[in-house]
Every structure is written in structure tokens, then in C-alpha cells.
């Protein structure tokens, strides 16, 4: 079994429609350098005009790897869910003595790039190295407000200041602590061994579904679940019937008890993977069929992929570890926020501790 590590880097502004972090393409690279310490074989998305400058930033540690340049209005329906978002991301400015300021549009989001992942992991099939199984993960996961500076996290850079604030010692294996190294890439054949497929979740619903399952909104998210998967659920469930369905993360390891949702847990796009053919023959029609029938629909704000692997992982089992808070909760270190029961990192932890069936 050789996994092959896919991931990608934008810029994207979320004062452009399209949308994005305000990250240009060189802060990811000190959290690249973590993950080449995966030794996975890597395939790394951008635009097209930056896959020169990120192959030459790569070269001195990633061992091998192919960057790849993508467009991103190739998805398909992407001038659409512009046209829908553009309805959505201006916001009205604050007054001066002249009078309003002129409107601002703010659009964190890029939700072009999230529908992308699954197809750029289906791509990854035929590539350089045999690789047999996919693997995505995030180019920024080592950001230090979800990672512990102790275990390896660190604040974006660009790649002319890393070796004066994250030098060598900074990654393994000089640095014993730091969690990205080989052990994930031993979790994840393991997890590959056992699992045609997995995600992981927070334990809370998606709150994008509960939302556009609103009145304003003509409980919309309840009506598509019925119509596409027979669930009675949400406000649809409302109006008397008894066979409410409640969705829980039971099959994820170590779950809370009695816990459930009124709406699919929220599974997170940060990294999952497993087999070519699990992913080209059960999960892209799934998630196609539920964007199409979301993105019909141009009186809400266009989704991400979350709430559409939410869904899928609901039918199909998928999640398999959870976190309850994206802060680290170490509070003697760097951009902490608060305590945490179960912390993002852990998930990362939980690859590295998983025992085969």
C-alpha cells in the first residue's frame, strides 16, 4: 500500500467574490515542510501561474512531488455560484459625517476550491509513483492556533523567514515532539486496511443545513432530505411525524454517549482519504447529486464541501474520529483561545494511536 498525499494552494481575497483567507501562496510553505516529513508522494494544486515559483519552493525538501496548475472556474456550475454569492457577501458600511461609506464585500470563503478536493483527489489515480491510495490534507493544517507550537504548529511565514523563526530544529526529527513525521503515514495504511473511506467530525450539527432550514429560508434542507433520502428530519419532521430521524457520530472511536443532532454532524474537509474506487464510485455521485440540487436553489448562500461531506458521511458511515474545538487549549502557548476538551489536534493524534480491526 503507498498513499499519496493531495493538497493545494490559492490566493484568494475575501475582498474578491470568489473569495478566500487573504493567504498569498508562500505562508503555506512552512507548513508544507511539515507535511513532506510524511513521506508521501504529493500532488499540490494552484494556479497556473505559480506552479514555477511553488515547485522551487518545494524542491529542497519535498522528495517527490508533482504541482499541478488548476483553474478554478473550470468547476462545473462556478459562474452560477458566483452569480448566487454575489447576492450575499456585500454588507453596507458604517456612516461618517459625509455620510454612508460605501458598501464592502467580505467573503472569507472559497467555496470553488472546497468543491474541488474530492475531484483532485480522484485525479490523483493515475500518478507518478504507483501510489494506490489517496490521501488529502489541508496545506495549512500546522497553523498554530489548531497545532501547539510544542508539537510542531507555527504562525504563517514566508518562506525567506522560516529558518530565522522555524528553523530545522523546529521539525522533526530534530524536534522529537513535533507530530508530523512518518507516524501519521503508519495510521493512515493502517486506517486504509480497515476503511474503504474516512472523515472526521465535530460534535455539533453542520450549521449551514440547520440554517437554510430555516422559515425564512422555506425549511429547505428538510425538504431536499426527503426528497433525496427519504429522511424525515429537521422542520419537516416537525409538523407531527413520530419517526423523526436523529443523527449521531457513533461510529466514530471514542464518541460521546447519547449524543445526536437534529442535522448530520459536521464533518470537516481538513483531511481524509482512502481507496480510488470508493471515492469515484459511491461518494462523487453522492456529492454531486447534493450539489446540484443545493446550487438549484439561488435564493441561499452557495455551500462549501462541508456540508455536503456531512451528508454523505451520515449515509454511509464515514466519520471516523471527532474533535468538539478547532484551539489548541494548551494555555502556555502561543494564539491560545480557550480550553478545549477535545481539541482539533487530537484527530492528528488519533491516526498515529489507531489499531487495526
Known amino acids: 500500500?503507498?498513499?499519496?498525499?493531495?493538497?493545494?494552494?490559492?490566493?484568494?481575497?475575501?475582498?474578491?467574490?470568489?473569495?478566500?483567507?487573504?493567504?498569498?501562496?508562500?505562508?503555506?510553505?512552512?507548513?508544507?515542510?511539515?507535511?513532506?516529513?510524511?513521506?508521501?508522494?504529493?500532488?499540490?494544486?494552484?494556479?497556473?501561474?505559480?506552479?514555477?515559483?511553488?515547485?522551487?519552493?518545494?524542491?529542497?525538501?519535498?522528495?517527490?512531488?508533482?504541482?499541478?496548475g488548476c483553474d478554478l472556474f473550470e468547476w462545473p456550475r462556478s459562474y452560477e455560484i458566483l452569480e448566487t454569492k454575489n447576492k450575499f457577501v456585500w454588507h453596507d458600511g458604517k456612516h461618517?459625517?459625509?455620510?454612508?461609506?460605501?458598501?464592502?464585500?467580505?467573503?472569507?470563503?472559497?467555496?470553488?476550491?472546497?468543491?474541488?478536493?474530492?475531484?483532485?483527489c480522484s485525479m490523483a489515480r493515475n500518478n507518478e509513483w504507483g501510489c494506490d491510495k489517496v490521501f488529502w490534507i489541508d496545506a495549512g493544517v500546522s497553523e498554530w492556533c489548531k497545532i501547539p507550537l510544542s508539537l510542531g504548529g507555527g504562525e504563517y511565514r514566508y518562506p525567506h523567514e522560516l529558518e530565522q523563526h522555524y528553523p530545522d530544529s523546529h521539525y522533526w526529527p530534530e524536534n522529537q515532539n513535533n507530530i508530523f513525521n512518518e507516524k501519521i503515514t503508519d495510521g493512515i495504511k493502517r486506517i486504509f486496511e480497515d476503511k474503504e473511506w474516512f472523515f472526521i467530525t465535530q460534535d455539533q450539527q453542520n450549521d449551514r443545513l440547520?440554517?437554510?432550514?430555516?422559515?425564512?429560508?422555506?425549511?429547505?434542507?428538510?425538504?431536499?432530505?426527503?426528497?433525496l433520502y427519504g429522511w424525515n428530519s429537521g422542520r419537516r419532521a416537525r409538523e407531527g411525524s413520530d419517526d423523526k430521524k436523529a443523527f449521531t457520530m457513533s461510529n466514530c472511536i471514542n464518541a460521546p454517549e447519547n449524543h445526536w443532532c437534529e442535522y448530520p454532524c459536521w464533518t470537516v474537509g481538513t483531511f481524509f482519504g482512502g481507496s480510488f474506487d470508493e471515492l469515484d464510485n459511491v461518494i462523487?455521485?453522492?456529492?454531486?447529486?447534493?450539489?446540484?440540487?443545493?446550487?438549484?436553489?439561488h435564493d441561499i448562500m452557495p455551500f462549501t464541501e462541508e456540508p455536503y461531506y456531512s451528508i454523505i458521511c451520515q449515509l454511509h458511515d464515514y466519520n471516523l474520529f471527532w474533535f468538539d474545538n478547532w484551539n489548541?487549549?494548551?494555555?502556555?502557548?502561543?494564539?491560545?483561545?480557550?480550553?478545549?476538551?477535545?481539541?482539533?489536534?487530537?484527530?492528528?493524534?488519533?491516526?498515529?494511536?489507531?489499531?487495526?480491526?
Open 96 to 120: 461618517n459625517d459625509q455620510g454612508p461609506i460605501k458598501a464592502l464585500m467580505y467573503a472569507p470563503r472559497n467555496e470553488l476550491l472546497c468543491h474541488w478536493k474530492l475531484k483532485w
Open 210 to 227: 440547520a440554517e437554510f432550514d430555516w422559515p425564512e429560508f422555506g425549511s429547505k434542507t428538510s425538504k431536499i432530505f426527503y426528497e
Open 1 to 68: 500500500m503507498k498513499p499519496i498525499l493531495v493538497t493545494c494552494v490559492y490566493n484568494g481575497r475575501s475582498d474578491w467574490l470568489v473569495g478566500g483567507k487573504d493567504n498569498d501562496e508562500g505562508l503555506y510553505i512552512g507548513s508544507l515542510k511539515n507535511l513532506a516529513k510524511l513521506n508521501m508522494p504529493m500532488h499540490l494544486y494552484c494556479w497556473p501561474h505559480m506552479v514555477e515559483q511553488m515547485t522551487e519552493w518545494l524542491k529542497p525538501f519535498w522528495k517527490e512531488f508533482k504541482v499541478i
Open 284 to 297: 462523487m455521485p453522492l456529492y454531486m447529486e447534493a450539489f446540484n440540487k443545493f446550487t438549484d436553489d
Open 328 to 357: 489548541h487549549g494548551h494555555e502556555n502557548e502561543p494564539c491560545y483561545h480557550g480550553d478545549s476538551k477535545k481539541p482539533f489536534y487530537t484527530t492528528l493524534l488519533d491516526v498515529i494511536d489507531y489499531k487495526s480491526a
